[in-house]
């Protein structure tokens, strides 16, 4: 047992240290991130995506200048707005940051709201660069097996959600049953996975054991729910003051330049542009549709907050085996002594080479996975419980005749945990009385035809 450990310890001395700051929007990610950066001489990684692309600074979130007390910010501000950024692309972004960052004796902190991002950390992520039967080697290192096809890219580039989802049906019916097929971005990456590789997605997976690239530090910035909704409704009423106006025209006029106004994936994926194309489209006239815009925004993005949440527990927090340090930023006036002093002191230790168990005293109170209000947060319950809810074994969809997805399909539920849900919801509850109303009032109508 203690030579085991001994090796564990001795391997991950050997990967770089990177520290990871996640947490959803509107907590203070980044201003922990610059004072960890000024206090352990490091430089900061942007993985939101959002935030790679140029300009819009207000609308985006980018971190202002003025409060990034001279750090370097890599990964960000670079593409045009008329480039899709993907996470293979990301991955060999965020890897040549980090080897420079390390290349001049510094520390990369890694820090953003697209934790989908956050998979390049992990040699269980698939890469592209991926070829046939090395099943004793990370699948990120080795040698790209296959072209893919004029046929095959222009499925890849069709955006159409339907075509590219049968196609992965038909190339991989297991990975398919895992994804809904409104989910463009997973479902394309799969598939682009498999006209890469020539293999399965489910079978690379199912042969990568989860192991992490780096000696990672994560830390999870959490606010409650009902103070941080506050927090982000204020932040939306901020930007608008800030300019958000201009830069959302200067992206309409941008918008309308486009051969085809397609406002799916890439930078239309911001929130805070698709909620004012109805003011946009009434020639900015409209005060009422102005104010509407607003509350889309702030709900889209109180609505984000919760997928982040959700992510974090059903997907960070089981890959890293629950490895993750909770900081409570409910309270900002308390923010020195509950996440930057702390976040501090852990960080400290982790550069150390400390482990909890080599951690005595008062600085061990201060080194708990998560203070006592929010330890519910890393459960079992609430983490690896969650995401064996969504294993290959509950993959089942299930189709509802009676309810609408926001492109007006037959709504689709993804395992039966999912479908139980939709059935015993409001909306589902409220289609099936409108639909009785309907049939009688149809029946009624015939019957006063005769």
């Not at 310890?9 to 929007?25: D, E, F, H, L, S």
Request: charged residues 30%; contains cysteine.
């Amino acid at each position: 047992m203690i030579g085991r450990t001994l090796y564990k310890n001795t391997i991950a001395a050997m990967k770089q240290k990177v520290i990871v700051i996640a947490g959803t929007t509107g907590v203070g990610k980044s201003q922990l991130a610059v004072e960890l950066a000024t206090r352990y001489n490091g430089e900061i990684i942007n993985s939101d995506a959002m935030q790679v692309y140029r300009d819009i600074p207000i609308v985006s979130n980018k971190h202002p200048m003025e409060e990034r007390k001279g750090i370097p910010h890599h990964v960000m501000d670079f593409l045009p707005w008329d480039k899709e950024y993907y996470l293979h692309q990301f991955e060999i972004d965020a890897r040549n940051a980090i080897d420079d960052i390390v290349s001049r004796g510094k520390l990369p902190i890694i820090v953003g709201g697209t934790h989908y991002y956050l998979q390049f950390l992990f040699d269980k992520y698939v890469n592209t660069n991926t070829t046939d039967d090395h099943s004793n080697t990370s699948l990120s290192e080795i040698d790209q097996n296959r072209e893919v096809t004029e046929s095959e890219q222009m499925i890849l580039d069709s955006r159409d959600k339907s075509k590219i989802f049968e196609t992965l049906q038909e190339v991989d019916p297991q990975i398919a049953s895992r994804y809904h097929p409104n989910d463009e971005r997973r479902v394309r990456r799969m598939l682009e996975i498999y006209f890469t590789t020539g293999k399965r997605p489910s079978e690379l997976f199912a042969a990568q054991a989860k192991q992490l690239r780096y000696d990672a530090l994560f830390l999870w910035l959490y606010s409650d729910p009902i103070p941080l909704d506050t927090r982000l409704d204020s932040r939306v009423d901020d930007m608008v003051k800030m300019g958000a106006l201009a830069e959302i025209d200067q992206l309409y006029k941008f918008y309308l330049s486009q051969p085809e106004h397609n406002d799916h994936g890439g930078v239309w994926q911001v929130i805070g542009f698709k909620e004012f194309l109805p003011w946009l489209k009434d020639e900015k006239s409209n005060d009422k549709l102005w104010d509407e815009g607003v509350d889309r925004m702030k709900l889209h993005t109180r609505q984000y907050a919760r997928r982040q949440i959700k992510w974090i527990q059903k997907m960070l927090i089981p890959d890293i085996g629950g490895d993750i340090y909770v900081l409570n930023a409910t309270d900002l006036s308390q923010w020195h002594q509950l996440v930057g002093d702390r976040a501090s002191d852990i960080a400290a230790n982790f550069l150390d080479n400390m482990k909890d168990d080599d951690i005595k005293g008062n600085e061990k109170k201060e080194m708990i996975r998560a203070p006592k209000e929010l330890i519910h947060l890393i459960s079992n319950e609430q983490t690896i419980g969650k995401k064996r809810g969504i294993s290959n074994e509950d993959c089942q969809h299930f189709i509802c005749d009676i309810c609408k997805d926001h492109d007006g399909n037959k709504l689709i539920a993804i395992g039966s945990k999912q479908w139980e849900t939709h059935l015993k919801s409001r909306r589902h509850k409220g289609n099936l009385t409108r639909g009785s109303k309907k049939a009688a009032y149809e029946k009624w109508k015939m019957a006063q035809q005769k």
